[in-house]
């Protein structure tokens, strides 16, 4: 069933930590994007990507990085985690020729 | 600047009792109008997209129009299940990105 896939779906780690959020989808979109979400607030874009090797900077300025080395996954790397860095991160997915984006489930991080 | 706003921020309804959520936008050029739904602790789930003014698109109890400053989804005779975050999110036309403009949502809750 093609589906986009989040792991993992909480994580709870100390301040200083290096941390990867997984992201993969089994659609064969060329389209990937990672959103922060804050409790009861909208989705702000933070990376998105058109395509292998393409990676962009969203709205929002954020202290994480990704990569697209394969199209089905779009992992989010936090090198330091902090206390601000605590929220939702949610990742979706989407056809070039339109726009319609799927997301997955979401990581919710919380940083001590 | 391209702008969402979504009203009321929160609804309670009795069960069956027929209502309609707004989304209002400021955009220069829309590509695109995106509903969502939302439950707690998941990611949103894709309902309708809508391109032109006069569109109307439906699925079950949820009916989502276009004019050319708001949507609305209208709710008939909504169920208990129907309890969720509804997000509304443009597709602006400037620009080259995918990326979407999301409104801070409506949260229903709706009483049997």
């Known amino acids: 069933e093609a589906d986009i896939y989040q792991t993992p779906r909480y994580l709870v780690i100390g301040t200083g930590k290096k941390i990867t959020l997984e992201c993969s989808q089994t659609?064969?979109?060329?389209?990937m994007y990672w959103y922060q979400q804050d409790p009861g607030m909208e989705l702000h874009l933070i990376h998105y990507?058109?395509?292998?090797?393409?990676?962009e900077k969203g709205d929002l300025s954020s202290e994480s990085t990704v990569s697209r080395i394969r199209t089905e996954h779009f992992p989010l790397t936090l090198e330091s985690a902090r206390p601000s860095h605590t929220s939702q991160y949610l990742c979706?997915?989407?056809?070039?020729?339109?726009?319609?984006?799927?997301f997955g489930p979401g990581t919710r991080l919380t940083v001590l | 600047e391209d702008q969402v706003t979504q009203s009321p921020e929160a609804l309670r309804l009795q069960e069956g009792e027929s209502s309609s959520l707004n989304c209002s936008y400021t955009?220069?050029?829309?590509?695109?109008l995106f509903w969502y739904r939302q439950d707690p602790g998941k990611g949103p789930e894709f309902l309708f997209t809508?391109?032109?003014a006069g569109e109307e698109k439906e699925k079950e109890r949820l009916k989502a129009t276009l004019t050319k400053k708001e949507s609305f989804l209208h709710i008939t005779a909504p169920k208990p299940e129907d309890s969720a975050t509804y997000l509304c999110?443009?597709?602006?036309?400037?620009?080259?990105?995918?990326?979407?403009?999301f409104g801070q949502g409506t949260t229903l809750q709706v009483k049997p």
């Open positions: 979706a997915s989407s056809e070039s020729g339109n726009n319609e984006q799927f």
């Open positions: 659609m064969g979109h060329d389209k």
């Open positions: 990507s058109y395509g292998v090797n393409s990676t």
């Open positions: 955009v220069s050029g829309l590509r695109g």
């Open positions: 809508l391109y032109s």
């Open positions: 999110a443009v597709h602006p036309s400037s620009g080259n990105t995918g990326k979407l403009i």
